[in-house]
């Protein structure tokens, strides 16, 4: 066999093993005595809910032993209750006496109470393959693998059962997916260890600069011209505008324009010729219309005779004269102005040579005049000159001076105090000749000149369109000039924040970060450097830098993984690495066999004459196309014990983490499972692991499937109803609910907060939409209720005190209430619906097939409760109608995209209903209350809910005792969302594992 045959049968061959481990267990189930309860089922319940007739797709007859009864534990919870109110059998069916009713409940709740007694049974342990979810951030914190790569992008979606799609006998395997499988670990062996590495160098950021605050604007050059010579008129000795009128007919000469760029407001400055701006036009434009031609020689003899203005007021001016000089060039006097142009070399060359100072802010005049001389002079008459010219000009180039560029916090202009931006047009992956996945070091060298005691600090950033992570504005604000910060345009990352502590240009100081897309950068196209604002009182602050990037390096996977001792022999390496990899791929210990067998592979490429690296990368593919890593197959360290008992501490420290933050356990757990000591340490470890960010994962993996959130991702609201829907209000919603589970889980705050809260989080999009101005939740306007509340930043998440009750908790969150609606309207069956679904855990059985929907063209603002009354009145609908409906009234306040409304056109809202129990609400305040008072049936759905995603497998009876406990010690500490994950992961089903005479 060779290639993909050798991976694919070791993966075949490992398979059967672990089928042959997973046949599933089944706890033995009580005997009990059901006759009684039997022929009641006959007599009042079988008619409806048979197997001929099924109403609400309920049927009872196959109910005959203890066994069946179990099974259906929470249909038989909820049925028992509904006998013992009166709801069941229905009124117009002949109805048992008290006594048969009492008795029927008795015996089948006999059934449950003798099961509870019985020994403790943590039921089955499902082998689970690895979803997509996992798949990928196990990938990712296995090899410290580049977070833009997605390794899961050639795995297909996981199917959902029990509402998740971390469900163990759903996660099946086929000859199709193993392909997959093979693919994703070609790709990611390819990516993760590079086979050539491109040659290392470095790239000086010394090319034209791009700084977007301020962009320069055209203006006409007669405006311009006016406004100088007024200046100069009203000032006769000040030659520096005088100079300025000279460059800016200069200017207008060179360009043959009738506009010419100056900064924002800035026409006293005159011409704006760059960042690296030099004394002369950059560009000479032939021109052949006489018109044209003759504005332009206007031009020109204006700035000779400006430039002659200078000289009388300031006669060593050697600006004026290398300005006159390049004038008499155009004029076509090319002997005068080599005059003109030697004279200026020497005379600057005398000034410039010995200078050693950092003073310098514009090009060197010696270098400038040099190049404007050499066209004029003969190669060989005067070679002699032309060698004389280039060393001076060589010598002042290599000045380090010459290199560096200024910051300095007394200017008041932005484009002088910073920040400072580096960008080639093209995006920085091509300054540094780098693909978009290298890593490179981004360096700048610098010294600063301060008299104050207080420290000098710079941050060097990254910008691009969108950044995945970006610096928030209050961080942005710390530093001088202004930064993008709009995620449509470009936002800002700071890389690092250093302190500066050189003073001299003879030893100045290095500060380099590593630019890893590892670090989620995403589409990087700046690099810059910013200076710290000082003190209100601190002196001024002078910043000299040059920025270099050096790359590209490889990759910090290859790093990562190839690391091993020089000093070794190949194959010694070899094994090394595998050995390291190796027990965090399969999560527990490994043989000597076990590294051996992955250590061939690479063997045999190397035999087969390929390079090491690339027989390392063969060795990665075995390793994750492995079922050893695919599968969370947990063996058990004793197998002939009779009793349940504590499943082992590597699986333990598996099921916390692919619990916690669907992923692979970090060293610490690895370490406490390695000494024994992570059962003993439970509790810390999961509140460690809920403040670690990585606990994100319960909200995107847990949460948002039980809350059915992602549904919002393809809701679309009609564009014509509802026009201020738009993607950004749409991912405003669905930020508003990660934040806010996550701030949940990470701040041990109540599970009851998710029903109401006083607080929620809030970007500018979202607090316009619920028209909220500020962080104390203050309407728009000049008087707020409450004063002292921060406006609310428009790319950033913050939280939001609460006024009033339109909104706190998840039912008022926009997203669901978005999310619950058709496109076109509200509606009250579908948000009471979910209230039922995921609030209590009482899901309405699925419509009839025989009875339509509303048709949204006859529903109105008038009339959608007299249809709802209508369609409630058909008797197969009322029995659920009666439930949904007034849960789903409380909501009418809210339109379809979630917004606060008190009219639906010119209709008052009516959000009043009658509970099923008899009573009254008005409005969202009031079903809060409602629900809040039976809070222990909300703690026990999301318990529930909770223990099927950390198992992997849907609750079974034999889990009732687990869940009660769990409940219970929710309730003792104020219903905490912590609590409840530390009861989980201390219950029965989670800690421990069958014995084998749990079985039958």
């Known amino acids: 066999m060779h290639g993909r045959m050798k991976f694919t049968a070791a993966i075949v061959g490992a398979l059967g093993l672990l089928a042959s481990a997973g046949v599933a267990a089944h706890a033995a189930v009580p005997s009990a005595d059901l006759k009684s309860a039997r022929a009641f089922l006959d007599e009042h319940c079988i008619r409806c809910h048979g197997e001929k007739k099924a109403k609400g797709d309920v049927t009872l007859h196959t109910f005959t032993d203890a066994k069946s009864f179990l099974k259906e534990r929470k249909l038989w919870e909820t049925a028992l209750r509904m006998v013992e109110n009166g709801e069941m059998p229905p009124e117009k069916e002949p109805r048992p006496g008290g006594r048969e009713n009492s008795a029927f409940v008795k015996s089948v709740r006999a059934v449950f109470e003798t099961a509870d007694a019985g020994k403790p049974d943590p039921g089955r342990v499902p082998i689970r393959r690895l979803n997509r979810t996992e ?212 005379a600057a060359w005398i000034k410039e040579k010995d200078i050693k100072s950092a003073e310098r802010e514009f090009p060197s005049i010696t270098v400038e005049a040099f190049k404007q001389l050499l066209p004029l002079l003969d190669k060989d008459k005067d070679a002699k000159e032309i060698a004389i010219l280039k060393q001076r000009s060589g010598q002042l180039n290599a000045i380090p001076w010459g290199r560096y560029r200024l910051l300095d916090s007394s200017e008041t202009q932005p484009w002088l105090t910073g920040p400072f931006y580096y960008n080639d047009r093209e995006g920085t992956t091509l300054i540094v000749k780098y693909s978009a996945t290298d890593e490179f070091l981004f360096r700048a060298t610098v010294f600063a000149e301060a008299s104050g005691t207080e420290p000098v600090r710079v941050a060097l950033f990254a910008s691009g369109l969108a950044l995945p992570e970006h610096s928030t504005n209050a961080e942005l604000g710390k530093f001088f000039g202004t930064f993008p910060t709009n995620p449509t345009q470009a936002t800002t990352k700071i890389l690092k924040i250093a302190e500066v502590t050189a003073r001299s240009i003879d030893a100045p100081q ?207 609201p009609d564009a014509k109803l509802f026009p201020k829907f738009d993607k950004e209000l749409r991912e405003a919603m669905l930020g508003e609910s990660r934040a806010f589970l996550h701030h949940l889980i990470r701040e041990e705050r109540s599970l009851l907060d998710l029903i109401d809260s006083d607080y929620t989080f809030m970007n500018g999009r979202l607090g316009q939409h619920y028209g909220v101005a500020d962080t104390l939740g203050n309407r728009p306007g000049p008087n707020p209720a409450i004063k002292g509340g921060s406006p609310i930043p428009r790319d950033l998440f913050v939280p939001v005190q609460l006024q009033g009750t339109e909104r706190g908790g998840l039912l008022t969150h ?33 419509p009839p097939p025989n009875v339509p929907e509303l048709d949204p063209k006859e529903v109105t603002a008038t009339n959608l409760r007299e249809r709802l009354q209508q369609h409630r009145a058909n008797a197969v609908c009322a029995s659920c109608h009666s439930k949904v409906d007034p849960l789903g009234f409380a909501f009418e306040n809210y339109d379809a995209i979630g917004a606060f409304r008190r009219k639906d056109g010119n209709q008052d809202i009516d959000a009043s209903g009658t509970l099923p129990d008899g009573r009254k609400f008005s409005g969202m305040g009031d079903l809060k209350k409602s629900l809040l008072a039976d809070k222990e049936r909300f703690a026990r759905n999301v318990t529930e809910k909770l223990l099927t995603y950390a198992l992997g497998r849907g609750v079974e009876y034999y889990d009732k005792r687990a869940i009660d406990r769990i409940v219970s010690e929710v309730a003792k500490d104020d219903f905490k969302f912590s609590r409840m994950v530390i009861a989980t992961v201390q219950s029965d089903p989670f800690r421990l594992r069958r014995g084998k005479d749990q079985t039958q």
């Open 135 to 346: 798949y990928a951030n196990t990938v990712r914190e296995l090899l410290q693998l580049d977070l833009a790569l997605s390794p899961e992008s050639d795995l297909p979606t996981d199917a959902v059962t029990h509402g998740f799609d971390n469900i163990a006998d759903a996660l099946t395997i086929s000859p199709v997916l193993l392909d997959r499988y093979l693919n994703s670990a070609e790709m990611i062996a390819e990516r993760a260890i590079r086979a050539e590495l491109p040659k290392r160098v470095i790239v000086s950021l010394e090319s034209p600069l791009a700084n977007p605050n301020p962009r320069p604007e055209n203006v006409p050059v007669v405006k311009l011209v006016e406004k100088l010579a007024m200046l100069a008129e009203a000032n006769p000795k000040d030659a520096l505008v005088r100079y300025r009128l000279a460059q800016a007919h200069s200017a207008a000469y060179g360009l043959k324009s009738e506009t010419v760029s100056i900064t924002p407001g800035g026409e006293a400055r005159g011409v704006w010729f760059g960042f690296n701006r030099g004394h002369l036009p950059f560009e000479v434009r032939p021109i052949n219309d006489p018109a044209k031609l003759k504005t332009a020689k206007d031009h020109l003899d204006r700035a000779m005779v400006r430039y002659r203005e200078v000289l009388v007021l300031q006669p060593e001016s050697l600006p004026a004269r290398l300005g006159l000089a390049w004038c008499l060039v155009q004029a076509g006097d090319k002997e005068a102005a080599a005059r003109e142009f030697r004279a200026v070399n020497e």
């Open 814 to 846: 926009a997203s669901i209430l978005t999310m619950t609606s058709p496109t076109t309207r509200t509606s009250p069956v579908k948000r009471g619906a979910w209230v039922l679904e995921k609030i209590l855990g009482t899901p309405p059985p699925p």
């Open 510 to 716: 290095q500060i380099e970060v590593l630019v890893s897309r590892r670090g989620r950068l995403g589409p990087i196209q700046n690099l810059g450097i910013a200076l710290l604002k000082p003190k209100n009182d601190s002196p001024p602050v002078r910043l000299h830098f040059k920025l270099e990037a050096e790359g590209p390096l490889p990759p910090l996977s290859h790093q990562h993984i190839l690391a091993c001792s020089a000093d070794k022999s190949q194959a010694e390496q070899t094994r090394e690495i595998v050995g390291r990899l190796l027990p965090k791929a399969f999560r527990r210990p490994v043989t000597k066999d076990e590294i051996e067998a992955i250590a061939k592979f690479a063997d045999r490429a190397v035999a087969d004459g390929h390079k090491w690296e690339v027989g390392m990368q063969h060795a990665l593919i075995a390793m994750l196309c492995s079922p050893k890593f695919l599968f969370r197959a947990e063996l058990d360290d004793r197998p002939d014990s009779a009793e349940s008992h504590p499943t082992g501490e590597f699986e333990l420290a598996s099921r916390l983490s692919y619990f916690l933050w669907s992923g692979m356990p970090d060293d610490e757990l690895f370490k406490l499972a390695g000494e024994k000591k992570l059962s003993a340490n439970l509790e810390a470890q999961v509140r460690r692991m809920l403040k670690d960010p990585k606990s994100i994962a319960l909200v995107d993996n847990f949460a948002t499937q039980w809350l059915n959130l992602s549904q919002l991702q393809t809701h679309a």
